[in-house]
């Protein structure tokens, strides 16, 4: 089987949508978190490094404009892409008032940005800001896409990792952004060592019901310096292996709404820096192994998915 034929990939996604290579450019605010600044928690999630969950930016003394221009020529260069998405990637990018989120996002719009995407918490989007958003979408006929990361559906096991939310904000928020008919992108991270399979499950199955768009999936990655990199010294961190991420990535595909998008199986960090990123193996050879057990498995994305729409309801004749 084709690997297109196993997952929705993001990159044929995006090309089928726009007709040519399109790519993400990452922009880098000077912003800080309300899970680290004290409004919501001190200290951030316990897997959070000082730069705020991104590596792969530009310093942010460029301005938005400069940023993007620098890496759009890049990557027109590198990769012959055509099209590009502004993806302001690190921190919490809606942590601001209301004029200043008006004012960053109107200096990403410029020639050949065909989407925005902003990465940010699920209690940190108000609805003035989603309005806005909403309203760039329609009058400008930019595509607009909220990364909200979620981590897990397990909310005993966000409450271990200091997210400084639960599952309720991820769910109050994915409905409010619905509502005006922006995309969603979740990121999850598959093999938190308190979650089971049931977990994995579970949270596939919340995110295909709640009409996400899109999924980012990444193994732990533990960095240096952090609550996690101290527990994981001090060995109080179970950490999984790489076939029982496989198996749960598997998993995760099999029960979610096959329109969902994949953004990636795997996560991207670099190794310095780090206690453990992906069993130190390249990104892509996971991925490769992924797509290699699925083959074997003879399954695919949505195999499992057969469980909303009052689904106890489907074989049975009431009125005879
Ligand atoms: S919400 Fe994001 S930026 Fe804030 S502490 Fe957690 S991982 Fe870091």
């Known amino acids: 089987m084709m690997q297109s034929n196993l997952y929705r990939e993001y990159s044929a996604y995006l090309k089928n949508k726009y ?10 605010l000077d912003l800080t ?6 409004n919501v928690s001190t200290g951030g999630c316990t897997y959070c490094n000082e730069k705020g969950g991104s590596f792969e930016n530009l310093p942010n003394s460029y301005t938005i404009k400069e940023q993007l221009e620098k890496n759009m020529a890049l990557i027109r260069k590198k990769y012959k892409a055509e099209k590009f998405i502004a993806y302001f990637q690190n921190y919490s990018n809606t942590y601001m008032g209301i004029e200043e989120f008006k004012d960053v996002i109107n ?32 009058k ?23 997210r400084g939310h639960s599952l309720a904000e991820f769910i109050d928020a994915c409905i409010r952004i619905k509502a005006y008919k922006l995309r969603i992108c979740a990121h ?3 093999d938190l060592p308190w979650d089971d399979t049931d977990d994995t499950i579970e949270t596939s199955k919340i995110l295909s019901s709640l009409g996400v768009d899109e999924v980012k999936l990444h193994s732990l990655y533990i960095a240096d310096k952090t609550k ?16 029982d991420y496989i198996n749960r990535v598997v998993l995760f595909l099999e029960y979610l709404n096959p329109n969902i998008v994949i953004q990636r199986l795997i996560g991207r960090a670099p190794r310095e ?42 074989n049975i004749q009431f009125d005879k």
Do not use: H
């Not at 006929?141 to 979620?150: K, Q, R």
């Not at 994981?232 to 790489?242: A, E, T």
């Not at 498995?297 to 998915?305: C, N, S």
């Open 140 to 162: 400008m006929g930019i595509d607009i896409t909220i990364e909200l990361g979620l981590q897990t559906s397990n909310y005993k096991t966000l409450k271990k990792i200091n």
């Open 107 to 138: 200096q990403a719009i410029t020639e050949d940005i065909v989407g925005i995407s902003i990465s940010t918490r699920p209690d940190c989007v108000s609805d003035e800001q989603i309005k806005f958003l909403s309203d760039i979408q329609e």
């Open 228 to 243: 996690m990199a101290e527990e994981y010294i001090n060995g109080k961190l179970n950490v999984l292996s790489k076939e």
């Open 188 to 190: 999850v991270i598959l």
């Open 273 to 314: 820096d780090s206690l453990l990123v992906n069993w130190n193996q390249s990104w892509w050879k996971i991925r490769d192994e992924i797509i290699e057990s699925m083959i074997k498995a003879q399954t695919y994305q949505g195999a499992k998915f057969d469980y909303l729409g009052g689904s106890a309801l489907r």
């Open 19 to 28: 007709g040519c290579k399109v790519y993400k450019l990452p922009i880098n």
């Open 33 to 38: 978190c309300p899970n680290r600044d004290g």
